[in-house]
């Protein structure tokens, strides 16, 4: 729909709706960014995901990976940087290859954990296209809003010059 300027028409948007459409954003890229919800009840276990029977994850996503028998633990974050290294002071015992192809293994299967869990946490997050037409939207009404704005400044403008 257009308006008479021909420009696409948009209903006025109270404080209320902005909140609303911005909390809606954050909430649906915050766990992607590993950044916790600020809303989120931080009851004890409150982080604890579906696959501990419980709600869906409020803390940072993360992918963990093992090799060596779990000698090896590679925790891996948003963005493919590695978190933490854990290695068992067992695993010294192996030859500098066997620790850096468990090393590699464990890395990549964090990665692949990482990647399976961001994927898995999209669509129970937010459409992705909803969310962009959501924007897209929200940045039409603020064009709107601040045109409105301005004219407004320049009219007592023009009103006090005219004075």
């Given at each position: 729909m257009r308006d008479d300027n021909g420009e696409a028409a948009v209903a006025d948007v109270s404080a209320n709706d902005f909140d609303r459409l911005f909390d809606d954003a954050m909430a649906a890229l915050r766990p992607l960014a590993g950044q916790p919800d600020p809303h989120a009840d931080s009851a004890p276990g409150a982080e604890q995901g579906a696959a501990d029977g419980g709600a869906e994850p409020t803390g940072p996503v993360r992918g963990v990976g093992e090799a060596l028998d779990g000698y090896v633990r590679v925790t891996a974050k948003p963005g493919g940087e590695l978190e933490t290294v854990e290695l068992n002071p067992r695993v010294l015992r192996s030859d500098s290859?066997?620790?850096?192809?468990?090393?590699?293994?464990?890395?990549?299967?964090?990665?692949?954990?990482?990647?399976?869990?961001?994927?898995s946490a999209l669509p129970a997050l937010a459409d992705q296209q909803q969310m962009l037409e959501r924007l897209q939207?929200?940045?039409q009404q603020s064009v709107m809003q601040m045109r409105r704005y301005l004219q407004a400044i320049t009219d007592v403008q023009d009103r006090l010059d005219r004075d």
């Amino acid at each position: 729909m257009r308006d008479d300027n021909g420009e696409a028409a948009v209903a006025d948007v109270s404080a209320n709706d902005f909140d609303r459409l911005f909390d809606d954003a954050m909430a649906a890229l915050r766990p992607l960014a590993g950044q916790p919800d600020p809303h989120a009840d931080s009851a004890p276990g409150a982080e604890q995901g579906a696959a501990d029977g419980g709600a869906e994850p409020t803390g940072p996503v993360r992918g963990v990976g093992e090799a060596l028998d779990g000698y090896v633990r590679v925790t891996a974050k948003p963005g493919g940087e590695l978190e933490t290294v854990e290695l068992n002071p067992r695993v010294l015992r192996s030859d500098s290859e066997s620790i850096a192809e468990a090393f590699r293994e464990a890395a990549n299967a964090a990665l692949a954990d990482l990647q399976a869990k961001l994927t898995s946490a999209l669509p129970a997050l937010a459409d992705q296209q909803q969310m962009l037409e959501r924007l897209q939207e929200f940045q039409q009404q603020s064009v709107m809003q601040m045109r409105r704005y301005l004219q407004a400044i320049t009219d007592v403008q023009d009103r006090l010059d005219r004075d």
